[in-house]
């Protein structure tokens, strides 16, 4: 708008000035300058857009058209030149990072599965525990002619089912420390009578520990024993009664065996 205002003013100065068949020769001239102006503007653009689709041609020409190394680096070359576009040109390195990647997984695998086993060795299998007693008597367990194993049929805690009531024997279930303990206790009833028994806590045949008592100034008495036992699996405890003694007056189930296992052992 600014532009044709300028042209209005001038076009009247002109009329007034040198009259309107000048002012009509000087429009023409300035209409075929504008025109002349702007033709000259279209081929310059239209040359500078040949030139620059012209330059891109000849790269591409001498790009595919080279015959020495490519400096591709780790790039894959054959992909970037000579397959179709959209190709991965890293598809290479993609390859080997996802191999490597797997392998990586595939023993971080391993190792779990190697930690998952050596958690379940250790923590696995280890409630195994039992405590069991006498049945309750008025009478007298013994005297025998030989050692007899004392069987506790009362069973109040078995787990691991390690403890069999009818041999009044624990057979280890897996190899480990273990922890046993058993109380003998015998009660006469009469002054003066003999207060005489030995029990004896037994690891396949070999005595472990004992307890005894052999006096006629108490009438009741008991005592409690507990050591710490390694074993292997299938290896056998129980406690037995020496022959010629006896338990008396176990009215209250006081005898007691009891074992738990302490820890495990890894490699037995």
């Not at 790009?63 to 054959?78: N, Q, Y």
């Amino acid at each position: 708008m600014k532009n044709l205002s300028y042209i209005f003013i001038i076009t009247r100065f002109l009329k007034h000035a040198v009259g309107p068949t000048v002012t009509i020769y000087v429009l023409q001239i300035m209409k075929f300058v504008a025109v002349s102006a702007l033709c000259l503007w279209g081929l310059l653009c239209l040359c500078a857009s040949v030139k620059a689709v012209g330059t891109l041609e000849l790269m591409r020409d001498a790009a595919v058209g080279w015959t020495g190394v490519l400096p591709c680096g780790k790039w894959d070359c054959e992909c970037a030149f000579n397959s179709q576009r959209g190709c991965c040109c890293v598809a290479n390195e993609m390859s080997m990072l996802e191999d490597h990647t797997f392998m990586r997984m595939v023993d971080m695998w391993e190792q779990l599965t190697r930690l998952d086993n050596d958690i379940k060795e250790v923590t696995g299998n280890n409630k195994i525990a039992f405590t069991a007693a006498m049945r309750s008597r008025s009478d007298c367990f013994g005297p025998f002619t030989s050692n007899v194993p004392i069987r506790y049929y009362a069973i109040s805690l078995n787990q691991g089912n390690g403890y069999n009531d009818a041999l009044g024997t624990f057979t280890a279930p897996r190899a480990g420390l273990y922890s046993f303990s058993f109380t003998a206790y015998s009660n006469v009833g009469l002054d003066g009578e003999r207060l005489y028994h030995k029990v004896q806590l037994i690891k396949n045949n070999e005595v472990v520990a004992s307890v005894w008592e052999d006096n006629r100034e108490d009438t009741e008495d008991s005592a409690t024993h507990s050591v710490l036992v390694s074993l292997r699996q299938g290896d056998q405890v129980y406690v037995e009664l020496l022959s010629g003694r006896s338990l008396c007056g176990n009215t209250k189930e006081y005898n007691r065996f009891s074992g738990y296992l302490v820890y495990p052992f890894t490699q037995e």
